[in-house]
């Protein structure tokens, strides 16, 4: 086995849990892949997206193959984002909505980015070393922080879905949908300047690790399969798929102290 950090171990697990759920969804699943109602054989299509992050997920475990799964899960994001998010947004470029396809992609990119890095060879860093080396992880904190700080807006612009998925137990629930959207604001701020970054990056990942936890599962285990925002089976596949894409991303800060004002 080949387990860079325990961020990439759950990563990985992550991927195979999601492959084998798009599977065993069926003709629902191109709905938790975000693939576009025009496209033809969408289920085909839908199946052969849980083959490859099925396979990414489990060759991520070996060590003959995680560069390999690198390689092919940094390209079948980057396909994801402009084949399935951007043709879904573009149609409606104002609307902040139209574009969380894009933000959920980007953070799926922006970890396989990091892990490509890692795992990349000699012959990866000769030929491509703008996207495999020290640029390309910045570029990948970058893109993570941009992204983050669209779910902070999205907080903001849409408090009336926000709002209602706040704990009952919790008092004043406006507060904490805005308390949260400038959480996520401020670490995709600290994470594209490289201020507090892997403090940053650490505590955003405990926060949508939470929020899986304190307001998805009580509200499937209590029977209630849809929410404000849809589907609360796809909303906790795609918070805990989050997660784990950020775990990689605070990971990746290991090398730098945790109230760093610069980062390497």
């Known amino acids: ?3 860079a950090s325990l961020g990439h171990a759950v990563f990985a697990a992550s991927l195979v849990a999601l492959g084998i759920a798009v599977l065993v969804q069926g003709s629902s699943a191109p709905a938790w892949l975000g693939i576009p109602m025009y496209l033809p054989a969408r289920e085909l299509l839908a199946y052969l997206c ?8 489990i060759g991520l475990w070996w060590r003959r193959a995680a560069l390999v799964a690198a390689r092919v899960l940094l390209v079948y994001c980057v396909l994801s984002l402009l084949l399935f998010s951007l043709p879904r947004a573009l149609p409606a470029p104002a609307q902040l909505g139209a574009w969380y396809p894009c933000a959920e992609t980007a953070v799926m990119l922006a970890a396989a980015w990091v892990l490509y890095v890692w795992f990349a060879a000699d012959w990866d860093r000769q030929r491509l070393g703008f996207v495999a ?13 941009l992204a983050l700080m669209f779910f902070g807006s999205s907080h903001f612009v849409y408090v009336n879905l926000t709002t209602p998925l706040v704990p009952g137990w919790l008092p004043a629930h406006l507060f904490w949908a805005y308390f949260f959207g400038c959480t996520y604001i401020a670490a995709g701020a600290a994470l594209i300047i490289g201020v507090f970054a892997r ?10 690790g939470m929020f899986a936890l304190l307001v998805w599962v009580p509200m499937l285990a209590a029977g209630h399969l849809h929410s404000v925002t849809g589907s609360s089976w796809r909303e906790l596949v795609v918070t805990w798929t989050l997660m784990a894409c950020g775990w990689v991303l605070a990971d990746s800060y290991h090398d730098i102290p945790w109230l760093a004002l610069k980062q390497r």
């Open 133 to 145: 080396g020290a640029k390309g992880m910045r570029m990948a904190r970058v893109l993570y922080g």
């Open 199 to 208: 403090l940053a990056a650490a505590l955003v990942t405990l926060q949508m």
């Open 1 to 3: 086995m080949r387990i």
């Open 50 to 57: 849980a083959v490859i992050t099925l396979a990414c997920g």
